[in-house]
T-cell receptor, first 114, second 114 residues
Framework: DAKTTQPNSMESNEEEPVHLPCNHSTISGTDYIHWYRQLPSQGPEYVIHGLTSNVNNRMASLAIAEDRKSSTLILHRATLRDAAVYYCILRVTYSGAGSYQLTFGKGTKLSVIP | DTEVTQTPKHLVMGMTNKKSLKCEQHMGHRAMYWYKQKAKKPPELMFVYSYEKLSINESVPSRFSPECPNSSLLNLHLHALQPEDSALYLC?????????????FGEGSRLTVL
């Protein structure tokens, strides 16, 4: 299985942008890059995903390197509520089954300083 | 608000007990998942059901027995567990036939085995 590498922890000041990096040098051409986050005492929550092009949604932006070997999750203005563990995951689709295997890496614990 | 409901939120059981965890979703999703999460570790995939059939079993010990009685329900039957099985058990669901592959997680059932 393709693996991802993320820093163990990062800090950000409130209302500042945050760039969370992820390396996935063994990514295959059909692997989608997914980001989830897990707030304390909650289940993981979908943030964003992409394949080749940069993506934006209401929560964040995803910048994908041209060779797809790395990506960066961008939170434009960190709030205290964004303090969580952020997981970068390569999604494997099982053809015909309609189910998706997500293998979580260690993730990055983001702390937001007021 | 999560649309995947897990009960009970907390469960304490002895090693000789038989108990069950329950997961319910009404989003019409046809894939459902069980993950196990130990403290300060990422979630680990246990089982995947697709169209009510078990499609992935990640070599989970037989003391964990999953069941998918219909497309909305997923159970995890527990028997003769060990203290090291104490963890947060997360249920998730996803809708097939989309490129999103977003998994919706419940808040989890926290299990303590005495």
């Amino acid at each position: 299985d393709a693996k991802t590498t993320q820093p163990n922890s990062m800090e950000s000041n409130e209302e500042e942008p945050v760039h969370l990096p992820c390396n996935h040098s063994t990514i295959s051409g059909t692997d989608y890059i997914h980001w989830y986050r897990q707030l304390p005492s909650q289940g993981p929550e979908y943030v964003i995903h992409g394949l080749t092009s940069n993506v934006n949604n209401r929560m964040a932006s995803l910048a994908i390197a041209e060779d797809r070997k790395s990506s960066t999750l961008i939170l434009h203005r960190a709030t205290l509520r964004d303090a969580a563990v952020y997981y970068c995951i390569l999604r494997v689709t099982y053809s015909g089954a309609g189910s998706y295997q997500l293998t979580f890496g260690k993730g990055t614990k983001l702390s937001v300083i007021p | 608000d999560t649309e995947v409901t897990q009960t009970p939120k907390h469960l304490v059981m002895g090693m000789t007990n038989k108990k069950s965890l329950k997961c319910e979703q009404h989003m019409g999703h046809r894939a459902m998942y069980w993950y196990k999460q130990k403290a300060k570790k990422p979630p680990e995939l246990m089982f995947v059901y697709s169209y009510e059939k078990l499609s992935i079993n990640e070599s989970v010990p037989s003391r964990f027995s999953p069941e998918c009685p219909n497309s909305s329900l997923l159970n995890l039957h527990l028997h003769a567990l060990q203290p090291e099985d104490s963890a947060l058990y997360l249920c998730a669901s996803s809708q097939d036939r989309t490129n999103t592959g977003e998994l919706f997680f419940g808040e989890g059932s926290r299990l303590t085995v005495l």
